[in-house]
């Protein structure tokens, strides 16, 4: 700043009240202010984040914690985060957790060292209370989005998996499919209220669910496609089948193309998150649709526009419902 006051024929404190804009009582002349600007342009000046953090100003920086970056959907999730964030002046400064608590711990204290002005938690951590408990203590604004269920203070914005899984089931039942299968994947958050709306809805219609309809497989393409081998080996094996995630339903749809059977005409598939690639898909993925962009936007409005601050009376715990989108993969149950 005391280079661009001398290049511009002005005080320093001018220079700091244009650069920061900050207004005062004795107002700067627009020929003066625009003098600045370009000086400061000329020279390359870039306010330091970090030292505008030790000083208590805003570092226009969003920290990002997310627990697998390498899924589709978390992907889509950082897109729209960052596209929030710059529409506001933001900043993404982004941490992979590798689903591991101890990296997590690591990262938040990272990014507490960053000075950014708030944290967004992605995926479920409720099998690390440390990171928990650390994150309620922080002095920055926090929130967390696809726990599952909400977080005892700390704001949340989670999406109904119940009313998603009843949609999609509603939709194959219309169908005529009554062996209907599930492919599971690790029993956390959304994942587990998933199966268990699954198992739910199956009871309340009087439907007995043989045994192997239930598939467990990491949230990976390849092993989706073995689940649904093996569903297709059983005795009776489904006629429709819901994936837990959107991964999982393109792994099993190319899992059917190698057992011979075609969708949906031998058998639907339906998957969870809409992620980009399931319009893509032969056939198109019928899936249910995350909200978000909202929820991502609702998150944001919480942690930046003050009331997310820490220590506030204010707690978020946003539920958003997704829709059901058809495509080509669900079909009307064979024979009917």
């Known amino acids: 700043m005391r280079d661009i006051a001398e290049a511009a024929g002005v005080s320093q404190s001018t220079v700091s009240r244009v650069l920061s804009g900050t207004e005062s009582a004795i107002p700067i002349a627009p020929a003066t202010r625009a003098r600045v600007m370009a000086v400061s342009g000329r020279l390359g000046y870039r306010p330091n984040p970090l030292a505008r953090g030790l000083r208590g100003a805003s570092t226009m920086l969003l920290g990002v914690i997310v627990r697998e970056i390498t899924d589709p959907f978390f992907a889509g999730?950082?897109?729209?985060?960052?596209?929030?964030?710059?529409?506001?002046?933001?900043?993404?400064?982004?941490?992979?957790?590798?689903?591991?608590?101890?990296?997590?711990?690591?990262?938040?204290?990272?990014?507490?060292t960053r000075h950014v002005d708030a944290i967004m938690l992605l995926g479920d951590t409720s099998e690390q209370?440390?990171?928990?408990?650390?994150?309620?203590?922080?002095?920055?604004?926090?929130?967390?989005?696809?726990?599952?269920?909400?977080?005892?203070?700390?704001?949340?914005?989670?999406?109904d998996n119940r009313a998603g899984v009843t949609a999609a089931l509603d939709h194959l039942w219309d169908l005529g499919h009554r062996d209907v299968a599930f492919i599971a994947g690790r029993s956390l958050g959304d994942i587990h209220e998933r199966q268990a709306t699954f198992v739910d809805y199956l009871a309340q219609r009087g439907i007995l669910l043989p045994d192997g309809y239930i598939q467990h497989a990491?949230?990976?393409?390849?092993?989706?496609a073995l689940a649904l081998a093996r569903l297709m080996s059983l005795s009776r094996p489904p006629t429709a089948v819901l994936a837990s995630t959107d991964v999982q339903?393109?792994?099993?749809?190319?899992?059917?193309?190698?057992?011979?059977?075609?969708?949906?005409?031998?058998?639907?598939?339906?998957?969870?998150?809409?992620?980009?690639?399931?319009?893509c898909?032969?056939?198109?993925?019928?899936?249910?649709?995350?909200?978000?962009?909202?929820?991502?936007a609702a998150a944001i409005r919480f942690v930046l526009d003050e009331?997310?601050?820490?220590?506030?009376?204010?707690?978020?715990?946003?539920?958003?419902?997704?829709?059901?989108?058809?495509?080509?993969?669900?079909?009307?149950?064979?024979?009917r």
């Open 249 to 279: 339903a393109i792994g099993a749809l190319h899992g059917a193309y190698r057992e011979g059977r075609r969708v949906p005409e031998d058998v639907s598939i339906v998957g969870f998150d809409d992620i980009s690639l399931s319009s």
């Open 77 to 112: 999730a950082i897109d729209a985060i960052s596209e929030e964030a710059r529409a506001r002046g933001y900043n993404v400064v982004l941490g992979h957790a590798h689903g591991r608590a101890d990296e997590a711990i690591a990262l938040r204290a990272v990014l507490e």
């Open 307 to 335: 009331d997310g601050a820490p220590g506030g009376e204010t707690e978020l715990a946003l539920v958003l419902r997704p829709s059901l989108v058809v495509r080509g993969s669900s079909g009307p149950a064979p024979g």
């Open 129 to 159: 209370p440390r990171l928990l408990e650390d994150l309620r203590e922080t002095h920055v604004p926090v929130v967390a989005l696809w726990q599952g269920t909400a977080l005892p203070h700390i704001g949340s914005v989670n999406v």
């Open 218 to 224: 990491p949230n990976d393409p390849a092993e989706a």
């Open 281 to 296: 898909t032969v056939p198109a993925l019928t899936t249910i649709r995350m909200p978000l962009v909202e929820m991502v």
